[in-house]
C-alpha cells in the first residue's frame, strides 16, 4: 500500500520559516519524482516545486523562487521543503505528489493527504 505522509505545517509569523517533509511507503522512492502543490480556498491547486527522480534537478513556482528549497534524502525516502521569509499568500494547504519516473509504471501518481500551512500575525 502506497502511503505519502505529510508532516511540519503549522502556524508562523511573516518572514518565519517552516520546513515540510514527505514520507513516503510502498514505492520504490528513487523511482520517483516528487512535487509539492498548495491549494487556498477557492483556488485551484498549483505547483510548488518539484525535485526528479534521477539527478535531483529541481524547479519552482516563480513565487516561491529564492525563498524555497526542495531536497530529497532517498535513503529515509523522503522529501523536503523548506520554506524561509514566509509570506501570508503562501497559506495553504500543502500536498506531497509521487510520480512515477523510471521503470515499469511510468506516469502512476500518489498524492498525501496535505498538511496546513498558515502565515499570519
Known amino acids: 500500500q502506497v502511503q505519502l505522509v505529510e508532516s511540519g505545517g503549522g502556524l508562523v509569523q511573516p518572514g518565519g520559516s517552516l520546513r515540510l517533509s514527505c514520507a513516503a511507503s510502498g514505492i520504490t522512492f528513487s523511482t520517483y519524482g516528487i512535487s509539492w502543490y498548495r491549494q487556498s480556498p477557492g483556488k485551484e491547486r498549483t505547483l510548488v516545486a518539484v525535485?526528479?527522480?534521477?539527478?535531483?534537478?529541481?524547479n519552482y513556482a516563480d513565487s516561491v523562487k529564492g525563498r524555497f528549497t526542495i531536497s530529497r534524502d532517498n535513503a529515509k525516502n523522503t522529501v523536503y521543503l523548506q520554506m524561509n521569509s514566509l509570506k501570508p499568500d503562501d497559506t495553504a494547504v500543502y500536498y506531497c505528489?509521487?510520480?512515477?519516473?523510471?521503470?515499469?509504471?511510468?506516469?502512476?501518481?500518489?498524492w498525501g493527504q496535505g498538511t496546513q500551512v498558515t502565515v499570519s500575525s
Open positions: 525535485i526528479r527522480s534521477a539527478g535531483g534537478s529541481t
Open positions: 505528489n509521487a510520480q512515477k519516473e523510471r521503470g515499469t509504471g511510468v506516469g502512476l501518481n500518489y
